[in-house]
């Protein structure tokens, strides 16, 4: 997940014109994500990635990294935290409405690779909430918003983190990867 310095996803509107991003970076998250089987999103995010990614490597301008992530979106197993949604004409998608512990503890004892979830401040926010996450994948980018959608809201608990590893990159952001200790 992309987020400021100080924090923040996303601009008080949801902007994220702010987050930086080349050609080492998409590599380096795709080499990643090809490591998952399950993209996990709130209903918007899933509705934007839905609008574009789908057809993403047919246009004529698709870049290396629309051509890659295409393929992988269109394999991947999609699960949408939701409670407007149902998953009528969506293929290879599950739709969680009720029950969010019980049926997220389901999918990660299923066989498969990691399950990878993709912005969603607001679904990530009921994750952390229900202690849900095992780690966390940060792109720090150097800017301060000073306001905006805060990554970490409404912790009611301390959560203790094992650094894995960090990488800079030349666009300036600086990847943090962490396990969370639950020791």
Known sequence: MHISLDGFVAGPNGEMDWIKFDQELFDHVESRISQGDTALYGRVTFQMMENYWPTAADKPNATKHDIEHAKWYSKAHKVVL??????????????????????????????????????????????????????????????????????????????????????????????????????
Request: aromatic share 6%; charged share 20%.
């Open 82 to 183: 939701s409670k407007t949604m149902n998953d009528a004409g969506l293929s290879n998608t599950t739709i969680i409405s009720e029950n969010l512990r019980d049926r997220i503890n389901e999918i990660k004892h299923q066989s498969g690779a990691d399950i990878l979830l993709f912005g969603s401040p607001t679904a990530t926010h009921s994750l952390i909430q229900q202690n849900l996450i095992d780690g966390y994948w940060l792109f720090v980018n150097p800017i301060i918003l000073g306001r905006g959608i805060p990554l970490f809201a409404d912790i009611k608990e301390k959560i203790n983190l094992n650094l894995l590893s960090t990488r800079p990159f030349a666009c300036g952001v600086t990847e943090l990867n962490y396990m969370v200790d639950r020791k």
